[in-house]
């Protein structure tokens, strides 16, 4: 494996930093010489970031015990804290947490190394967020799958909301539910992503002859989840089947959210969507665009 590499991308403006699987794009505001120092100090964590995930990997891909597990590297601390409140009652190992962790360690190293206006860290749609009282956050929330349809929402300084996340069967990772899309709204990226993951998982229709499932090391034979069956594809179900389907994700989501563990969410399958939060606001926007 070639070590970690960045660039300026032809945009003059945003970073991006690649090694194996992480793939970060970047972008701050402030005075030129705190944006350069930002940058700098984002290459010098995720230098190391991969390498330490690889040393603890054979434990983060282990269920996440009820009590917690013991990890030396912080991007491995922020996974765990992240997915330790749902241990209890659901399967789920740190590796549900990875992208938002990276994203929040990255956007920590930068904020500590200088005073920012704005600033994320967007690791394959899973974001960290800075934002000083008077800046604010546009987010494109869209379907996947090829449904297109999407919507907006702002987040500002006064929202509890520093991380962004969406999971689904579309998405980069395996799901155990049959969401074209979840993407959440929470305290940091790790929350949100640990949350997104399990919601999407909860929108399902088990034992339903429409949805295709295989053993998730047959899908990919490094993935965390072992035999559990995840979901490789869904045929066109009824109004009625989308909205059961909906229905239990939208659950999972309230939830998660009665427990602090979440700050809005929306929720998408076959042309339809539950939105619940802040996040409710797209709902018009996303069936009219």
Do not use: W
């Not at 297109?148 to 969406?166: C, E, N, Q, Y």
């Not at 539910?177 to 979840?182: C, Q, S, Y």
């Not at 700050?263 to 409710?280: K, N």
């Amino acid at each position: 494996m070639t070590g970690p590499v960045g660039a300026i991308l032809p945009d003059g403006k945003r970073l991006h930093l690649q090694h194996g699987p992480i793939d970060l794009i970047i972008d701050a505001d402030g005075r030129r010489d705190a944006v350069h120092r930002a940058y700098a100090a984002a290459a010098e964590r995720f230098a190391t970031v991969l390498e330490e995930l690889v040393i603890e990997l054979p434990q983060l891909r282990q269920a996440c015990p009820v009590e917690g597990a013991r990890f030396a590297g912080p991007v491995a601390r922020r996974m765990e804290a992240a997915v330790r409140p749902y241990a209890r009652d659901h399967f789920v190992t740190p590796m549900a947490a990875v992208a938002g962790a990276v994203a929040d360690e990255i956007l920590e190293a930068m904020v500590v190394a200088t005073p920012l206006d704005r600033a994320y860290v967007n690791d394959g749609g899973d974001i960290a967020l800075h934002l000083t009282p008077t800046r604010q956050f546009d987010l494109a929330v869209e379907q996947e799958n090829g449904h297109g349809r999407h919507g907006r929402v702002r987040i500002i300084a006064a929202d509890p909301i520093r991380g962004v996340a969406t999971s689904g069967r579309g998405g980069r990772s395996l799901s155990l539910g049959i969401a074209d899309a979840v993407t959440v709204l929470a305290r940091d990226a790790a929350a949100a992503d640990a949350a997104a993951t399990l919601i999407a998982n909860a929108v399902d229709l088990p034992d339903n002859p429409a949805v295709e499932r295989v053993p998730a090391l047959d899908a990919d034979p490094d993935s965390d989840l072992g035999s559990r069956m995840v979901v490789v594809d869904c045929a066109p179900i009824s109004a009625a089947e989308i909205d059961m389907a909906l229905a239990r994700g939208l659950a999972a989501a309230e939830a998660m959210r009665r427990a602090r563990l979440i700050v809005s969410a929306a929720l998408f399958l076959q042309g339809e969507s539950r939105t619940l939060g802040p996040i409710a606001r797209i709902a018009k926007e996303a069936v009219d665009a």
